[in-house]
């Protein structure tokens, strides 16, 4: 009896170990696991810059609102990790406005300015100064932009022929842009019409000939007023 179950022991005992092996060693290779590894799985921190393979974290891998402004450290986002996409989108678009105001003064009682170049005439404001009783009193007949300018016209309202015209002055307010990397923006004029905005092709148009000619003729309405 004993002898027997000692070779009963013996043979069994291979098949045992053989099996135990079986179950430690071997690889699934048909195993599904489908979004198995949640959010809630991952310990905070474990998943670091670090342990991601470049590209592994692509746009359509991110759930949409996932990334929210709180969750981006300062200055983290910088203009070589954007795509060439939004890079050019960000550095096209205005950063800045800049409103110049240049003035000129004139004692023919005629006045013009241009506005200088890259930027656009925004508003004109004329006046006309007896300047403390020492030049003729005027009255102000004219105040317009033209071309990228304007011009201002003053005629003698209490005429002393001792006294010279009243000094004209026109102050412009030139608009010019920055792009948010600090890229001069080069204005484009627009009209407004009912139907909508209509941009203006002034690459062939001379801003100081247009300027020059409604300054003579605002002179020539200065001097048929003066005359009558």
């Given at each position: 009896?004993?002898?027997?179950?000692?070779?009963?022991?013996?043979?069994?005992?291979?098949?045992?170990?053989?099996?135990?092996?079986?179950?430690?060693?071997?690889?699934?290779?048909?195993?599904?696991?489908?979004?198995?590894?949640?959010?809630?799985d991952?310990?905070?921190?474990?998943?670091?810059?670090?342990?991601?393979?470049?590209?592994?974290?692509?746009?359509?891998?991110?759930?949409?609102?996932?990334?929210?402004?709180?969750?981006?450290?300062?200055?983290?986002?910088?203009?070589?990790?954007?795509?060439?996409?939004?890079?050019?989108?960000?550095?096209?678009?205005?950063?800045?406005?800049?409103?110049?105001?240049?003035?000129?003064?004139?004692?023919?009682?005629?006045?013009?300015?241009?506005?200088?170049?890259?930027?656009?005439?925004?508003?004109?404001?004329?006046?006309?100064?007896?300047?403390?009783?020492?030049?003729?009193?005027?009255?102000?007949?004219?105040?317009?932009?033209?071309?990228?300018?304007?011009?201002?016209?003053?005629?003698?309202?209490?005429?002393?022929?001792?006294?010279?015209?009243?000094?004209?002055?026109?102050?412009?307010?030139?608009?010019?842009?920055?792009?948010?990397d600090?890229?001069?923006?080069?204005?484009?004029?627009f009209?407004?019409?009912?139907?909508?905005?209509?941009?203006?092709?002034?690459?062939?148009?001379?801003?100081?000939?247009?300027?020059?000619?409604?300054?003579?003729?605002?002179?020539?309405?200065?001097?048929?007023?003066?005359?009558?």
């Open positions: 009896m004993s002898k027997l179950i000692r070779t009963f022991l013996i043979v069994i005992a291979p098949i045992a170990l053989l099996g135990l092996g079986a179950e430690v060693h071997a690889q699934a290779s048909d195993v599904v696991c489908d979004k198995c590894v949640n959010t809630s991952i310990a905070s921190g474990a998943v670091s810059t670090n342990r991601l393979k470049k590209q592994a974290v692509t746009t359509s891998k991110i759930r949409k609102n996932a990334v929210t402004t709180n969750k981006i450290k300062n200055y983290a986002v910088t203009y070589d990790k954007l795509s060439d996409e939004v890079f050019f989108a960000i550095s096209e678009s205005i950063g800045g406005i800049i409103l110049e105001q240049m003035s000129v003064s004139d004692g023919s009682g005629v006045a013009s300015l241009v506005c200088p170049a890259g930027t656009l005439v925004g508003s004109a404001n004329c006046n006309c100064d007896f300047v403390n009783g020492s030049r003729n009193f005027g009255v102000l007949f004219m105040c317009q932009v033209a071309g990228n300018g304007g011009v201002a016209g003053c005629f003698n309202h209490l005429f002393d022929p001792i006294l010279p015209f009243p000094l004209a002055t026109i102050t412009l307010s030139c608009v010019s842009a920055l792009q948010t600090g890229t001069p923006i080069t204005p484009v004029p009209s407004k019409f009912p139907s909508g905005l209509v941009k203006i092709d002034n690459s062939g148009m001379d801003f100081e000939s247009a300027v020059n000619n409604a300054r003579a003729t605002v002179a020539a309405q200065r001097d048929a007023l003066q005359n009558r």
